[in-house]
């Protein structure tokens, strides 16, 4: 079992991982995010809801209006990756929402930081040495299509 247990990032994915927030000029702040992975519960229940709502969103005749939809649906999903934060505001998922509308640069760094699976999984199992590669991001790499 315990070289099972090396494989295992689903406990580490709910827990979070800090991502520390800088300005848009690179400057540091206190603030951070706790970011769930990919392999979280909450991220695969709400890509889930993403995939049965795509049949409804590629019914919206109107273009403009179907992609913003899709848009919407994307950020909504980038969203739930994150688990708390430092921001005085509670972290509900319409703030959280919110904030990554406006902080686009937050949302993408959001949505690469969960898909990296090797800041995920418990090191000390691990009998490897080497990093696993980035597994791109989250949202682009699921597509809610339309």
């Not at 300005?23 to 951070?32: A, M, R």
């Not at 049965?52 to 848009?71: G, H, V």
């Amino acid at each position: 079992m315990r070289e099972m247990k090396a494989f295992f990032t689903r406990q580490k994915a709910n827990e979070g991982v800090r991502l520390p927030l800088t300005l848009p000029d690179g400057t540091k702040t206190e603030h951070f995010l706790l970011i769930r992975g990919i392999d979280s519960d909450a991220f695969r229940e709400a890509e889930a809801e993403a995939k049965r709502q795509a049949m409804q969103l590629s019914m919206i005749e109107d273009e403009e209006e179907k992609q913003q939809a899709i848009s919407d649906r994307k950020l909504s999903l980038v969203a739930t990756l994150v688990l708390d934060w430092s921001f005085e505001q509670e972290c509900s998922p319409e703030n959280v929402t919110s904030f990554l509308r406006e902080a686009p640069q937050i949302a993408d760094q959001v949505d690469q930081l969960a898909a990296r699976r090797a800041l995920f999984f418990d090191k000390r199992l691990s009998s490897s040495s080497g990093s696993q590669p980035a597994n791109g991001s989250s949202a682009k790499s699921r597509p809610v299509h339309g």
